[in-house]
């Protein structure tokens, strides 16, 4: 059945699909992870796991800091016994917090960035490769509060330079998190007018 739109009031769908394509800057918690084509075939996003598994898979800042913090502790512990004693247990009581995490508090260790965001897509400036029709898998912290969003999305557009921009369709999104992205930008909108 084919709905028609009233002059003065357009029709619901209308509405809803404009505001999936509203775009905004923003500043949010965010990482993300580049796939070929072939890498995503056989690749999962991680939807519904631990906060270790999620860091681990985006490879965030936060694995190469522990990374860089083991190998300068060795050294510490070569000049000074009792400072790399201390310093050990110091990362030992950082990785009990971050082990009592949920996906809820990730948002506390991601980077923010500023991204330009839709219920659709988003762009973004990186130094990183990429190329039209690789994959992203992405994850946003909209606020504090708010839960963690994982999203798989393709590149279709790409402007090469120092940074790169990436234009990012969303491909595998609930549809619960579009609501959410939606609702959010349009609180966003609502607050600038004032």
């Known amino acids: ?11 619901l769908k209308s509405i809803q699909n404009r505001r999936r394509h509203f775009r905004m800057d923003i500043k949010a918690g965010f990482g993300f992870k580049i796939l070929s084509p072939e890498q995503a075939e056989i690749t999962r996003l991680p939807r519904d796991q631990d906060v270790y598994d999620i860091i681990d ?7 190469k800091m522990n990374e860089e913090f083991l190998q300068l502790l060795t ?19 950082l990785n009990m917090i971050l082990s009592t995490m949920d996906q809820k508090d990730i948002g506390l260790v ?8 839709s219920g659709n897509g988003l762009g ?4 990183r490769q990429a ?5 992203v898998d992405v994850m946003i912290k909209l606020s504090r509060e708010d839960a963690l969003i994982l999203i798989r999305s393709r590149v279709v557009r790409l402007v090469p ?7 990012l369709y969303f491909e595998d999104v609930i549809e619960q998190d579009r609501r959410r992205i939606i609702s959010f930008l349009f609180d966003k909108q609502v607050e600038a007018a004032h």
Do not use: W
């Not at 059945?1 to 029709?11: A, C, E, I, L």
């Not at 050294?75 to 009581?93: H, R």
């Open 1 to 11: 059945m084919k709905t028609h739109d009233t002059p003065g009031q357009p029709h």
């Open 57 to 63: 898979y985006f490879g965030s800042d936060l694995c």
């Open 75 to 93: 050294k510490i512990k070569v000049k000074s016994k009792p400072l790399g004693i201390m310093f050990e247990i110091l990362n030992n009581k």
């Open 110 to 117: 991601l980077p923010q960035r500023k991204i330009n965001l």
């Open 124 to 127: 973004l400036a990186t130094a």
């Open 131 to 135: 190329n039209l029709g690789d994959i």
């Open 161 to 167: 330079g120092e940074p790169n921009y990436l234009g």
